[in-house]
């Protein structure tokens, strides 16, 4: 394996060093003006699409603050354009037709990313060029579950009541559905590696909606499979998020993920207790806290660095995205923070 | 404290007969062709607020399916109009302002039941005139929390990211907004015991979007203060359902809830572990579940009835609302599994 160099790439290996690595959850968005002012000009899809603007909106934050890690630009649905999805944002993403059917689930076809998602392969090889050699880049997917529920539901949902229906009522159709998003997603996490990325990370934003057994039953096989398609290519640390996932992560521990992130509702302590003490957790700060005033908000950091103490290594986050009406300012101060207490800690 | 006379008390009650009563998280709703049959003539506020019509909903599943309880038919916000708040429903709830500041807090007044919420009332008194003698009847009301997140949102969102960053940013007003809603609850739910109701529900839909630590600090001592009040006024079971709550149910283990509510992402044996064995579940069969096959259909109820034979008393339920797209036939076979199932372990 590559030996780890950045901070990250070490607490992702188990390796603890000073401190825990930073980032946070969708770190390059709307509550950035230099992203605002850029997006103003250029659609999100455009964005996304265009490697030079995806490169220079993924860097604007380590621009702004010390972070120890860039993740892509990108959103999760944008590599099923090339498995044969029409996809819109509206600003959430809104599909031509919603797959609902085992015929339906025949008009798609597995992902070539060097074909159909090459722009975001540029965008990976160019954020690297201009990357600080101190911090790491991170790819990432959808996990499978996650994107077959925005297939299935053809767009966002509060529930996402309909994909979860056709997973009982179809279960051969879905099956089929989730193995060739498992197998894409691998394939498109390959390339993103070879392409630049250091660690790669799965986001299963929806895992928290599909109880223990039904993870179990349909789930957790793909993901254990997409995980083996990947490794079996590439060496590079691999992060799952499973998002409201807490009653699951007894389940999560018999994945090969090197870092499991973790949403803000379950205390990372608690997530060792089943995770086990061999497993990395990232997050988890409540997005909420960075509202809150500076006091309260260095004593919601202190808990969540507290917490993270019992695990193999910690690497710091919010538990959720960064919500749009958020102060940078306050992210400054967050990450001031973490990295003086930590080193504090230390020494 | 009145005998519990039905089945569905004596459960509450912790006194486990032959079978677990039986009832259906929104039974009386849009898969009933015979509800939507009434709603082609009349709009959702008019008929909750109409007590002929909202007393025929909510008999309307009884008469179909042989249910151990009916709950009222209402919305959680349906009471918020006797505090000032301007609402209308597009489906969902969409208020004509949100609250987000300590003046928005001070429109507001506590609700007298009696005067803004008579029709509920009456709804209730009508439907105890006609219900099954061995039949229990569920009044209900939104927890603070949740319809707090409403309130500060102005109507329904994902994550209710506004509404958490209110409780960070302002946790004076927000406190303050939460209280009033505790005390009105707490009026709204009396109430509804005197004009008949055998027992008392509060819905904390969004419980689950707060993490353990706000929890503790902002929503638990706002509830049990309204339990409390309840208490100190009526004797009835009182249920709690913390959807999405399993990380805080070491927490609401504090809440003196006769009944906790448990969403399908939680075995019930789980919730028994956090909760102690001196509390009654209720739940939790994934709604997904009613699309399956029968022969699936029937392994998952099993599963719940044996998740819940460990607690005190076990009410059967669905671990969340029922879909609307749901085949009634389904929930007819259902109810019958979960009789047949229960008196053959009985026998």
Redesign the interface.
């Known amino acids: 394996m590559p030996e780890p160099k950045t901070l990250f790439e070490k607490a992702c290996r188990g390796i603890r060093e000073s401190r825990p690595p930073v980032w946070i959850m969708r770190q390059a968005g709307r509550y950035l003006p230099e992203y605002r002012k850029l997006r103003e000009r250029v659609d999100f899809l455009t964005a996304t699409k265009t490697p030079e603007i995806a490169a220079r909106i993924t860097l604007q934050p380590l621009e702004r603050f010390p972070l120890d890690a860039a993740i892509l630009f990108s959103d999760i649905m944008t590599p099923l354009e090339g498995m044969g999805v029409g996809l819109d944002f509206a600003p959430g993403p809104v599909l031509d037709r919603p797959i609902r059917s085992a015929a339906d689930v025949d008009t798609l076809r597995a992902l070539v990313p060097e074909e159909s998602a090459g722009f975001v392969l540029e965008t990976l090889r160019m954020v690297r060029a201009e990357l600080r050699s101190d911090a790491a880049l991170i790819g990432f997917a959808g996990a499978p579950f996650t994107l077959f529920c925005y297939l299935v539901e053809g767009g966002?949902s509060?529930?996402f009541?309909?994909a979860?229906?056709?997973?009982?009522?179809e279960p051969e159709a879905a099956t089929r559905l989730l193995r060739l998003l498992g197998t894409s997603m691998a394939a498109y996490l390959v390339a993103q590696a070879r392409a630049g990325a250091d660690a790669l990370m799965l986001f299963d934003s929806w895992a928290?909606?599909?109880?223990?057994?039904?993870f179990g039953r349909y789930v957790l096989p793909i993901l254990k499979d997409t995980v083996a398609a990947i490794r079996a290519e590439v060496d590079r640390p691999l992060i799952y998020f499973a998002n409201?996932g807490?009653?699951l992560l007894s389940q999560v521990r018999e994945l090969d993920a090197d870092v499991v992130g973790i949403d803000?509702?379950?205390?990372l302590s608690?997530a060792v207790q089943d995770l086990g003490a061999d497993v990395v957790v990232q997050g988890n700060l409540?997005?909420?806290?960075?509202?809150?005033s500076r006091s309260?908000l260095a004593a919601?950091a202190d808990?969540v660095l507290r917490e993270g103490a019992g695990a193999a290594a910690h690497v710091f986050n919010l538990?959720?995205g960064i919500?749009r009406?958020t102060d940078p300012d306050q992210v400054a101060f967050l990450v001031d923070h973490v990295h003086e207490q930590s080193l504090r800690k230390a020494g």
Chains 1, 2 share one sequence.
């Open positions: 966002g509060k529930d009541a309909t979860r229906a056709f997973l009982h009522a928290g909606l599909v109880g223990p057994q039904s409201a807490a009653t803000w509702t379950l205390p608690r409540d997005p909420a806290a960075l509202f809150a309260e919601a808990d538990g959720h919500h009406t």
